[in-house]
């Protein structure tokens, strides 16, 4: 029979006192992170007991960390104790498999997300018809077209305010990790879709809550949150049919590629992407494989 969530982990957590003879204060520790991956795990992923959980929600969820701005090291540890805890589980064979083994940490941190094409991308966007004039679906692709032409962080997307967008300028000022504002341009299919959203959707979604500052609400007029939001990307992936780990970081991650891609500096994405270290840009960033095998093929004189 599965426990609850919170229920397997302070019996691990007694285990690791009494078995283990790890200090008071390290089980604390195990026990504050594992209480946070089960917070977003029953929240988000709806998930009630630890054998429900798969690697792919726990790689969304050490994604969710990296959105809320955490370093590498503290994502390190949260995946430390996720590790200590299923092998737990399955040593008490209160789980069939250890979804993760095959994680590696610290390392993973730096294990970039599933990336989309650009076809892929239109692919996800058409799942929220343009032409639509449903207030939700207009508001959803308007969350999905800002998310991929801006690139940004869930977090940022949930606190844009209705007077962050500039659309005569044609930017958005944005409120990052540190409290730190930054400008960053939106594109032009973007800027179609949010003035549809301002005058569609939104009317719609104030009235009940006319003082709300929030650029995205819902029906009842409040702001939407990180969750929602992600709700949101998760099914324009699943309507357009791509079975990668799709989430909000993943339409980040794929702005920055693609803006590679095409020729844009580093240091240019590093002010849009609002990272304070060109190292973490790079991270960022890839080769697709067809164009290293096409330059190869080019260049090297036995290709």
């Given at each position: 029979?599965?426990?609850?969530?919170?229920?397997?982990?302070?019996?691990?957590?007694?285990?690791?006192?009494l078995?283990?003879?790890?200090?008071?204060?390290t089980r604390?520790?195990?026990?504050?992170d594992?209480?946070?991956?089960?917070?977003y795990?029953?929240?988000?992923q709806k998930?009630?007991?630890?054998?429900?959980?798969t690697?792919?929600?726990?790689?969304?969820?050490?994604?969710d960390?990296?959105?809320?701005g955490?370093e590498?090291t503290?994502?390190?540890?949260?995946?430390?104790?996720?590790?200590?805890?299923?092998?737990?589980?399955?040593n008490?064979?209160r789980?069939?498999?250890?979804?993760?083994?095959?994680?590696e940490?610290?390392r993973l941190?730096k294990?970039?997300p599933?990336?989309?094409?650009?076809?892929?991308?239109?692919?996800?966007l058409?799942?929220?018809?343009?032409?639509?004039?449903?207030?939700?679906?207009v508001r959803?692709?308007?969350?999905l077209e800002?998310?991929?032409s801006?690139?940004?962080?869930?977090?940022?997307?949930?606190?844009?305010t209705?007077?962050?967008?500039?659309?005569e300028?044609?930017?958005?000022?944005?409120?990052?990790?540190?409290s730190?504002?930054?400008?960053?341009?939106?594109?032009?299919?973007?800027?179609?879709?949010?003035r549809?959203?301002?005058?569609?959707?939104?009317?719609?979604f104030?009235?009940?809550?006319p003082?709300?500052?929030?650029?995205?609400?819902?029906?009842?007029?409040?702001?939407?949150d990180?969750?929602?939001?992600?709700?949101?990307?998760k099914?324009?992936?699943?309507?357009a049919?791509i079975?990668?780990?799709?989430?909000?970081?993943t339409?980040?991650?794929?702005f920055?590629?693609?803006?590679?891609?095409?020729?844009a500096?580093?240091?240019?994405?590093?002010?849009?992407?609002?990272?304070?270290?060109?190292a973490?840009?790079?991270?960022?960033?890839?080769v697709?494989?067809s164009?290293?095998?096409?330059?190869?093929?080019?260049?090297?004189?036995?290709?």
């Open positions: 029979m599965d426990l609850p969530l919170d229920r397997e982990i302070a019996e691990f957590g007694e285990f690791i006192i078995e283990r003879g790890l200090a008071g204060n604390s520790a195990y026990v504050f594992l209480e946070s991956a089960a917070a795990l029953r929240d988000v998930v009630t007991s630890w054998s429900q959980v690697r792919d929600m726990l790689l969304d969820y050490l994604d960390l990296r959105d809320r955490l590498s503290t994502a390190a540890h949260h995946l430390i104790a996720l590790k200590m805890l299923f092998r737990y589980l399955k008490e064979e789980i069939k498999d250890d979804v993760t083994e095959v994680m940490s610290p941190w294990i970039l599933d990336f989309l094409s650009e076809q892929e991308v239109i692919d996800i058409k799942a929220f018809p343009e032409e639509s004039d449903d207030p939700l679906e959803n692709r308007t969350i800002l998310l991929y801006s690139g940004l962080r869930v977090s940022e997307t949930a606190n844009l209705f007077k962050a967008i500039d659309l300028e044609e930017m958005i000022r944005v409120t990052g990790k540190g730190k504002t930054r400008l960053v341009p939106v594109g032009k299919p973007a800027l179609r879709q949010l549809r959203y301002l005058e569609l959707s939104r009317p719609v104030s009235a009940r809550n003082a709300n500052p929030a650029l995205f609400l819902s029906y009842r007029g409040r702001a939407l990180r969750e929602r939001i992600w709700q949101v990307v099914l324009a992936a699943s309507r049919g079975t990668k780990n799709i989430h909000p970081h339409l980040r991650h794929s920055a590629s693609h803006l590679l891609a095409h020729g500096d580093l240091r240019a994405i590093q002010e849009m992407l609002g990272h304070a270290n060109i973490t840009t790079e991270i960022y960033t890839h697709d494989r164009k290293l095998i096409s330059v190869h093929r080019q260049f090297h004189p036995r290709g």
